[in-house]
């Protein structure tokens, strides 16, 4: 039998000890490994959680991922996108609680309206906020010149996901053409990176046909990408998709809730200074899935604060608790007393502490 607190000793992980602590089984290897996430949590990004208030701006998306609920494709969904004005007030309610960030995100678009609505709201944003919320965005793959121009406005966070790093995985789950290559994901990062963004990425957790192999090459990836923060969260299936077809492969609820925890953790061992969000999906698991994923290894939240009317639109997936009040979540955080002594910290970017060693040169490319 592996010794999982011996693993858990060693300086560095090999990709066969990775394998060991991601497919612990009994209690008491788990326990472990989520003792260790924490306190490498809080030797390196302490005991905060910072906030990202998150606008869902537009679900109109030109490409067609086989797993998500607002693909082009998708003829059940009522589009919509967000008028200035909405943006603006959702900004101005992070920036008056105090929340220190938001997140615009939306589906992609790459036409020349949508590219100049996003400048134009990240400017506008950074005047009523006196510059001091800070702005991170998830709109797809941009050109270079789009990240610059963003950049340059006042964004300097940019989430891009590449959902999984296995060739086949990844074209199983997207259609094979130009506008879904996963090299232009790839490419994407490191325009993001030369920009000046931090630039998080992540995968998905408990695809159909996914393997813990997959897994560890998803967080090598990351190592090997250089993240500075990285949001990953479980498959959630979406009745109105093609990989819908694949549910009976899926691992139980229970049993994803489980490995994205587990991978939460590891992930925090094996890269120890960035940013982890607790994926939002994670609450359609469990009801405390994201305050677990906290005590896992995340140190960053998302509470959305779209505006209500619009959020029932933008199901990437089922069950998304869309209607979690963003300060009811902060409330229940604040005032639980099982959190292990995190607590959030209000009015600060809580920029990811990996970043900063990078642009340093730390020893970090
Ligand atoms: S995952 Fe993103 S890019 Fe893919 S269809 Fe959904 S919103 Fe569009």
Redesign the pocket.
């Known amino acids: 039998m592996l010794d999982i607190a011996n693993i858990l000793k060693e300086e560095s992980l090999s990709r066969e000890d990775l394998i060991a602590l991601l497919s612990v089984k009994r209690k008491e290897d788990r326990d472990l490994v989520f003792q260790k996430a924490a306190s490498v949590r809080c030797n390196n990004v302490g005991n905060e959680i910072y906030l990202r208030g998150l606008i869902e701006y537009s679900?109109i998306?030109?490409?067609?991922?086989f797993?998500?609920?607002?693909?082009?494709g998708n003829k059940q969904v009522e589009r919509y996108c967000l008028d200035e004005d909405d943006v603006i007030c959702s900004a101005r309610h992070a920036f008056e609680n105090d929340y220190g960030s938001i997140v615009i995100q939306?589906?992609?678009r790459t036409d020349q309206d949508f590219i100049n609505k996003i400048d134009s709201l990240v400017r506008k944003i950074k005047i009523i906020s006196e510059h001091k919320l800070g702005i991170t965005l998830s709109c797809?793959?941009q050109s270079k010149e789009t990240y610059h121009r963003w950049f340059e406005s006042g964004a300097h966070r940019y989430l891009l996901r590449f959902?999984t790093s296995d060739p086949d995985l990844y074209y199983k789950i997207?259609p094979n053409n130009k506008k879904?290559f996963l090299l232009n994901r790839l490419t994407s990062l490191q325009y993001l990176k030369e920009t000046g963004y931090q630039v998080g990425s992540g995968m998905m957790i408990g695809l159909p046909g996914q393997n813990i192999e997959n897994l560890i090459d998803d967080l090598l990836m990351l190592k090997v990408l250089n993240v500075d923060m990285v949001g990953m969260g479980p498959y959630i299936e979406h009745k109105d998709t093609p990989l819908f077809k694949e549910k009976s492969q899926l691992l139980t609820k229970n049993e994803r809730l489980g490995l994205s925890l587990l991978t939460i953790a590891v992930l925090r061992i094996l890269i120890p200074d960035i940013n982890i969000a607790a994926a939002t999906a994670l609450d359609s698991l469990s009801d405390d899935g994201r305050l677990q994923a906290i005590r896992a290894g995340a140190n960053v939240l998302m509470p959305n604060i779209t505006p209500l009317k619009y959020r029932e639109n933008y199901f990437?997936y089922e069950n998304k608790p869309y209607l979690t009040e963003a300060d009811a979540l902060i409330r229940k955080i604040n005032e639980s007393g099982s959190l292990n002594g995190y607590h959030i910290k209000l009015g600060e970017w809580g920029d990811s502490k990996h970043f900063a060693k990078r642009v340093k040169g730390f020893g970090l490319d």
Do not use: V
């Not at 797993?67 to 082009?72: E, K, L, S, T, V």
């Open positions: 679900n998306c030109e490409k067609n991922c797993y998500c609920g607002i693909r082009a939306s589906g992609e797809g793959d959902e997207h879904h990437l």
